[in-house]
C-alpha cells in the first residue's frame, strides 16, 4: 500500500520559549478561526468542501496537532491529492479507494475473488523471487502487479483486493519454502536451492492446498505431492 503520510506541514516552534513560526504559518488550533478561514477562503480554498474536510481530518490523523504549525499553501497543496468527493487519488494512477480510513477501519481485511491474472503474475513474481535470488525478494515489480489488479477493480473492492492478494503471495511464498525443505530441512533465505526443486510447482497445485477462510488462506497440508 502506498504511504500517504505527509509531514511537509509540520513545523517545528522556533525561537524561545514562547516560539514563533515562518511568515504566514499559523497553529493548527488557529484553523477554525475567522481570521484563518478568511485566509483560505481569500486563497480559493472552499472550507465547507468535502475535499477540505478529508485534508484536515487527515492532517489530524497524521498527527497534526493543536500546537504544530501550518500554512495555507501547505492545505492547498494536499487538497489536490483528494478529488471533489473527497476521495484520496492515488497519485501515479488517479485511482480512489485505496486509502484507510477511521471508517474503513479493519474491514477490508476479508477474502474475496480477484482476477486470475493477478494471482497469476504473482505466482510468478514469488516463483522467480526463490528460484532467482533465493528468496530474497527485493520488491521490484509487486507494486506493479497490485496496481494493474486495481484497476480490474471497483473502487469500494480495492482494499480488499490487495487484502486477498497478499494472502495469496504468502500462501505461494510458504508452499515454496515447506518444498525446499522437503529436500534441505537446513534451508534458510539467501542459501541456494537444491536444483529442480521448484520447476514443477504450479499455482493450480498450490491452491489446491488451500483452505479460504473470511479473512485469510491457510495450508491444508504441509506437504505438496509433485
Request: hydrophobic content about 35%.
Amino acid at each position: 500500500m502506498t504511504n500517504i503520510t505527509n509531514f511537509g506541514y509540520h513545523v517545528q516552534k522556533m525561537g524561545g520559549g514562547t516560539g514563533s513560526a515562518l511568515p504566514g504559518m499559523f497553529q493548527f488550533s488557529q484553523l477554525n478561526s475567522s481570521s484563518i478561514q478568511a485566509r483560505l477562503k481569500a486563497a480559493g480554498i472552499d472550507t465547507g468542501s468535502r475535499q477540505y474536510k478529508a485534508v484536515i481530518r487527515q492532517m489530524a490523523k497524521d498527527g497534526c496537532t493543536g500546537s504544530m504549525f501550518t500554512c495555507v499553501q501547505a492545505i492547498k497543496n494536499l487538497m489536490k491529492n483528494y478529488n471533489a468527493r473527497g476521495e484520496w487519488v492515488e497519485p501515479t494512477t488517479g485511482l480512489t479507494g485505496l486509502l484507510v480510513t477511521d471508517e474503513t477501519g479493519d474491514s477490508y481485511k476479508r477474502m474475496i475473488d480477484i482476477p486470475e491474472n493477478s494471482k497469476e503474475k504473482m505466482f510468478e513474481y514469488v516463483k522467480n523471487n526463490y528460484i532467482e535470488k533465493n528468496g530474497m525478494a527485493d520488491g521490484a515489480g509487486k507494486t506493479e502487479i497490485y496496481m494493474d489488479m486495481y484497476k480490474q477493480m471497483d473502487k469500494d473492492d480495492r482494499l480488499a483486493a490487495g487484502w486477498t492478494l497478499g494472502e495469496y503471495r504468502k500462501a505461494y511464498s510458504q508452499a515454496f519454502v515447506s518444498a525446499i525443505k522437503e529436500v534441505d530441512p537446513a534451508w534458510t533465505y539467501g542459501k541456494a536451492i537444491p536444483s529442480g526443486v521448484l520447476e514443477d510447482i504450479t499455482r493450480e497445485l498450490v491452491e489446491d492446498n488451500l483452505k479460504k477462510t473470511d479473512s485469510s488462506l491457510a495450508r491444508a497440508s504441509l506437504n505438496i505431492q509433485i
